[in-house]
């Protein structure tokens, strides 16, 4: 295998290797440090949540509160202490565990990122990121939840068609 040609582009903060060895172009990518700091959040963060401590704190909050959410387009006053007893518990806890990992971590700082990058991060995580930010997200994560409980979850059995197959 020769190399015959070595590229390096630019490519925002990040630089991109492009190696032409004959029949096949490779491209390999550096990504900037700041990419690096990002991926090395967002894995802690999986960390945490996935974590029997987040887990225990996060369903005995919804367990206590769920009842309290409907699934109406009228939010009521009791939703916002509720909110924002939820922010604070599981906020300052997965802050903590950041701050305690990664040192110099900036709750702020990860934010900005965070909305730089949303199209970057998986969909639970970025789910449970938004509910300390976004009351819908935080109300609809509720309701679902109620409806769970109460046996009124996603029923997928009407779009479900089972059949033999024959073979001959």
């Given at each position: 295998m020769d190399i015959e040609e070595l590229t390096i582009l630019p490519c925002g903060d990040s630089i991109i290797e492009?190696?032409?060895?004959?029949?096949?172009?490779?491209?390999?990518?550096?990504?900037?440090?700041?990419d690096s700091a990002f991926d090395a959040v967002i894995g802690s963060i999986e960390d945490i949540i996935m974590?029997?401590?987040?887990?225990?704190?996060?369903?005995?909050?919804?367990?206590k509160h769920y009842l309290e959410f409907d699934d109406?387009?009228?939010n009521k006053l009791s939703y916002t202490p509720i909110f924002n007893e939820y922010v604070n518990l599981l906020e300052k806890h997965l802050e903590q565990?950041?701050?305690?990992?990664?040192?110099?971590?900036?709750m702020n700082a990860f934010i900005v990122l965070l909305m730089?990058?949303?199209?970057?991060?998986?969909?639970?995580?970025?789910?449970?990121?938004?509910?300390?930010?976004?009351?819908?997200?935080?109300?609809e994560m509720f309701v679902y939840y109620r409806a769970e409980k109460e046996g009124?979850?996603?029923d997928t059995s009407q779009g479900?068609?089972?059949?033999s197959l024959r073979l001959q």
């Open positions: 492009m190696v032409d060895i004959g029949e096949e172009n490779l491209a390999i990518s550096n990504s900037s440090a700041g974590e029997n401590e987040f887990q225990q704190l996060q369903q005995s909050f919804m367990e109406s387009e009228e565990q950041l701050m305690e990992r990664i040192p110099g971590f900036n730089q990058h949303k199209d970057e991060v998986l969909g639970d995580i970025f789910d449970i990121l938004m509910s300390f930010t976004d009351f819908m997200a935080f109300k009124r979850g996603l479900l068609v089972v059949t």
